[in-house]
T-cell receptor, first 113, second 112 residues
Framework: DVKVTQSSRYLVKRTGEKVFLECVQD?????MFWYRQDPGLGLRLIYF???????EKGDIPEGYSVSREKKERFSLILESASTNQTSMYLC????????????FGPGTRLLVL | GNSVTQMEGPVTLSEEAFLTINCTYT??????LFWYVQYPGEGLQLLLK?????DKGSNKGFEATYRKETTSFHLEKGSVQVSDSAVYFC???????????FGSGTQLTVLP
């Protein structure tokens, strides 16, 4: 069964802290994505990766970075968290042979105080 | 660039009512179109998709037809159930891009 897991369902951090959000998929997918979801704005792509150590900026990369050292793991990093980064963060993955079908994790709700 | 516009919610219906959620898009090239659903407390799941003009995607009683002439992909269901309560997202991908462009989402609540 397809599975994308995210390290935390809920996270509370303080302004200026460094925050790591982890995503792991067990489907041997090449492509992985990080989105943020905000009311009225839908999902917006932050970064994506199509291979180990490869990354590309999405629509809203400012204030974020990513790391993909292993195929199954894709990390989102907030170098210095700010209150406007309070959001729901969703990770997804897809297989290059069927890249249009993305599988999503349950999301991490991050609150930055 | 690509964009997706969905009807604003929330939408509240009684059980067995007919559902339509409107979706229109702007895209270069020939996009594939999708509806994703997010049940409470869960991640998004692919509900249905259509990859070329006039294709109809269907799943779980939901349908949507890819209309190139009106650049639309409206979601319909003839008789909704309480279990259909969720947020529905229209999305597209086109060309060599691997990423999806999503609409803002429509919250559906079905009352018994």
């Amino acid at each position: 069964d397809v599975k994308v897991t995210q390290s935390s369902r809920y996270l509370v951090k303080r302004t200026g802290e460094k925050v790591f959000l982890e995503c792991v998929q067990d489907m041997d997918h090449e492509n992985m994505f990080w989105y943020r979801q905000d009311p009225g704005l839908g999902l917006r792509l932050i970064y994506f990766s199509y291979d180990v150590k490869m990354k590309e900026k999405g629509d809203i990369p400012e204030g974020y970075s990513v790391s993909r050292e292993k195929k199954e793991r894709f990390s989102l990093i907030l170098e210095s968290a700010s209150t406007n980064q309070t959001s729901m963060y969703l990770c997804a993955s897809s297989w290059t042979g069927n890249r249009e079908t993305q599988y999503f994790g349950p999301g991490t709700r991050l609150l930055v105080l | 660039g690509n964009s997706v516009t969905q009807m604003e919610g929330p939408v509240t219906l009684s059980e067995e009512a007919f559902l339509t959620i409107n979706c229109t898009y702007t895209a270069t090239g020939y996009p594939s179109l999708f509806w994703y659903v997010q049940y409470p407390g869960e991640g998004l799941q692919l509900l249905l998709k259509a990859t070329k003009a006039d294709d109809k995607g269907s799943n779980k009683g939901f349908e949507a037809t890819y209309r190139k002439e009106t650049t639309s992909f409206h979601l319909e269901k003839g008789s909704v159930q309480v279990s259909d309560s969720a947020v529905y997202f229209c999305a597209l991908t086109s060309g060599s891009a691997r990423q999806l462009t999503f609409g803002s989402g429509t919250q559906l609540t079905v009352l018994p």
